[in-house]
């Protein structure tokens, strides 16, 4: 009698284990410091790559579900602007509100920061972490702003680089919210989401700037920075991910989700 060998019962397809954990340490991870560039994206050969359709389809529901999104720092003007970045950094927008409500009721303008100076702008900011570093650099800022760029904030990113306290993120924020440019300011919360979607992965943020802005159809791009953080700050939380009513959970490649 022929003996009968029973084939083993076919196992569910899934992401191997390694480059899952890969993947997830991605999309958990903080964004470390700005490093050199990488060209080679992290996404691994598991995770399908995203279409243009699916790409455009994303950002048609953020579209169609906010329209005209708003950045959550309180400015006047662009120079109220550019202070507000300044102070958020490791800070969250509602701290930084509570404090510049008042500050910016009394200096709007390069001038009259310099005229409130060092000492009393402490005062109006010492709720907010690093303010003693934060205060002299929004002092050293105003004075910049107002002896190399006639009072105007400037428009140029190298020229916003070189202003005491403001970095990449910053000039980003700038063009984009008070110039209208399509730049892509990566926080925790764009960091976040461009690795787990896996639209855009990378292990810092310039990367994940960069990804991001190669595949975001330009149509987007002035309100992609804005859709992206609020998706992360209300949805796509950093410890559990609201995947049940995420938007785009169809979409979405972490192989974490919950949907
Ligand atoms: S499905 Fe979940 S993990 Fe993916 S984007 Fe939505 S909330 Fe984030």
């Given at each position: 009698m022929a003996k009968i060998t029973r084939k083993p019962a076919p196992r569910k397809a899934a992401v191997p284990k390694k480059k899952a954990k890969a993947v997830l340490k991605a999309a958990t991870a903080k964004p470390k410091a700005p490093a050199k560039t990488s060209s080679k994206a992290t996404?691994?050969?598991?995770?399908?790559?995203?279409?243009?359709?699916?790409i455009h389809e994303v950002f048609s529901r953020f579209r169609k579900a906010n329209p005209e999104p708003k950045g959550e720092l309180e400015h006047i003007n662009p120079f109220t602007l550019l202070v507000a970045v300044v102070l958020s950094a490791q800070a969250t927008d509602a701290g930084v509100n509570k404090a510049t409500r008042a500050l910016f009721e009394v200096a709007d303008t390069p001038q009259k920061m310099l005229d409130l100076g060092e000492e009393r702008l402490r005062e109006y900011i010492k709720t907010i972490g690093l303010y003693r570093t934060k205060a002299k650099n929004v002092i050293a800022l105003s004075a910049k702003v107002l002896s190399e760029?006639?009072?105007?904030?400037?428009?140029?990113?190298?020229?916003?680089?070189?202003?005491?306290?403001?970095?990449?993120?910053?000039?980003?924020?700038?063009?984009?919210?008070a110039f209208g440019e399509h730049t892509m300011a990566v926080d925790t919360h764009v960091f976040r989401v461009g690795n787990r979607t896996g639209l855009a992965p990378g292990k810092t943020p310039l990367e994940v700037e960069l990804g991001l802005e190669k595949v975001i159809p330009a149509e987007?791009?002035?309100?992609?920075?804005?859709?992206?953080?609020?998706?992360?700050?209300?949805?796509?939380?950093?410890?559990?991910?609201?995947?049940?009513?995420?938007?785009?959970?169809?979409?979405?490649?972490?192989?974490?989700?919950t949907v």
């Open positions: 996404r691994p050969n598991s995770i399908k790559s995203w279409t243009p359709a699916e760029f006639g009072g105007e904030v400037p428009r140029t990113r190298a020229e916003i680089e070189s202003l005491p306290g403001a970095g990449r993120k910053t000039a980003n924020v700038v063009l984009n919210m987007f791009m002035l309100h992609a920075h804005h859709w992206l953080i609020l998706h992360g700050r209300y949805t796509c939380l950093a410890r559990k991910p609201r995947c049940e009513v995420c938007l785009i959970n169809d979409l979405c490649r972490w192989p974490e989700k």
